[in-house]
């Protein structure tokens, strides 16, 4: 098969490039080592920026997102017992959107088949070869037969477990742990709260977040080896109530119908291309989730990386060129904002200044939500910085 750009991975960032390479009249085809159920079943994240919701509607996804999604302005900061109020809107005039990313991923999957997109699902082996010569290749095995994939260029949205990454030489990489992970629950119950509650209580961080007006998500820090069969419903609850729960208010409760927990990294690698291969999303980066930055980036990746690519098409090789650095200059900042949002919001509780570490989040919580510089900051962060030109 030849066709000017090979897809690896059809997530987020894999399926929405192939939607703004079509705006230019580019042609590609995708692999996918998953069936197309399972990219769709996928439970991930839940909140879009601003600037995520204005791509996807310049390019003709937005009107389930319009009428589904919910559109926030702002977030509740908790801490103390205390519940403050963080008005994205009247501090900066932007806003946040909450749609999740498997209902993301439905749009596009649906926009492809209209299309008639290329899509190999269930591809085997995937290998890449050539990436340093004029005619990179992807091989993989489909439904018992052998694919040979000729392109001029690669892109890598296979995820952070993918092969394109693997396959730059001398790579460098930067990563960090953190000593908790998240365990999340899909419950069917109307979102007590109208928006997002980030909350750090002395037993850990939990939040509040929600899919639609039936469907509420919330989330726990627990210890990053924690067994999910530890966790039976009540006992999620009854932490829920305690770590969330302030005067005057109530969460209320309904059938769990998903259950998980997420480790947390950082992760970021020293370039997004080589040769022609090109890496976005979290094939190149992974954020701790706190701040909700994950499928975000991806989205800030590939629309960089698709007009780059159509630039080069149109005979200016720059964009292109110059798109790693833009997008790990972008990245960067994220890395840092995610980071920021997680150190102040979980408790470390190993080693002698534990006690000392939570009460100067205390006071840097405190900070921000007496402080408007400090909330525009987090907002401006929050609802999503500029796509690097
Ligand atoms: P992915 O969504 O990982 O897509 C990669 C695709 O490539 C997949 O379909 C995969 O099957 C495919 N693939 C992998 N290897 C190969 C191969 N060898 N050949 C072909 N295809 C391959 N972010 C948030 O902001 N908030 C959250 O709450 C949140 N929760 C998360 C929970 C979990 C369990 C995980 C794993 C991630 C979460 N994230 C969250 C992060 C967010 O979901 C990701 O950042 C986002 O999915 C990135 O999109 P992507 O397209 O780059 O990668
Ligand atoms: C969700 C996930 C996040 O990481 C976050 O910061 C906010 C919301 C969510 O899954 O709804």
């Known amino acids: 098969i030849r066709t000017r750009i090979a897809i690896v991975g059809a997530g987020p960032a894999g399926l929405l ?24 079943g996928r439970i991930r994240a839940g909140i879009l920026e601003q600037g995520s919701v204005e791509l996807l509607e ?29 008005d994205f809107e009247k501090l900066i005039g932007r806003t946040v959107t909450v749609y999740g990313q498997q209902e993301v991923v439905k749009d596009l999957s649906r926009a492809h088949q209209a299309a008639g997109t290329a899509i190999y699902y269930e591809a085997e082996d995937v290998a890449l070869d050539g990436i340093e010569s004029e005619r990179p290749r992807v091989t993989f095995r489909c439904r018992g037969e052998d694919v040979l994939i000729e392109a001029d260029y690669v892109v890598g949205t296979d995820g952070f477990h993918g092969v394109c990454r693997p396959s730059i030489p001398d790579l460098e990489v ?31 961080f939990a939040m509040h977040s929600m899919r639609s007006m039936e469907v509420s998500r919330l989330y726990l820090q627990v210890p990053p080896d924690e067994n999910i069969d530890d966790w039976p419903d009540d006992r999620i609850w009854e932490a829920l109530h305690r770590r969330l729960g302030v005067p005057g208010w109530t969460l209320d409760e309904g059938e769990i119908t998903d259950k998980s927990i997420t480790p947390m990294r950082s992760f970021v690698a020293s370039t997004m291309q080589h040769g022609r291969l090109f890496l976005a999303g979290d094939a190149a980066h992974i954020v701790p989730p706190t701040g909700a930055k994950g499928l975000n980036s991806a989205i800030a990746d590939v629309a960089m990386l698709g007009e780059a690519i159509a630039a080069g098409y149109r005979g200016n090789p720059e964009p292109m060129s110059s798109y790693s650095r833009r997008a790990l200059s972008r990245q960067w900042k994220t890395q840092y904002f995610s980071r920021w949002m997680t150190a102040m919001l979980h408790r470390d509780d190993r080693g002698d200044s534990s006690e000392y570490d939570y009460l100067a989040q205390l006071g840097q919580l405190r900070y921000v939500v007496e402080s408007e510089f400090a909330q525009c900051s987090l907002a401006e962060q929050y609802t999503g910085l500029p796509y690097g030109l």
């Open 58 to 86: 310049r390019l003709g996804l937005g009107e389930r997102l319009r009428r589904e999604g919910l559109e926030h302005r702002g977030i509740y900061l908790q801490f103390a017992g205390e519940r403050h109020h963080i």
């Open 174 to 204: 930067y990563d960090r742990e953190y000593p908790f992970a998240w365990l999340g629950v899909l419950a069917s119950v109307r979102p007590s709260t109208d928006e997002l509650i980030y909350a750090l209580h002395a037993d850990g």
């Open 17 to 40: 490039l192939g939607r703004i390479l079509d705006t230019h009249g580019i042609d590609y085809v995708i692999v996918e080592r998953k069936s197309l159920e399972y990219t769709l």
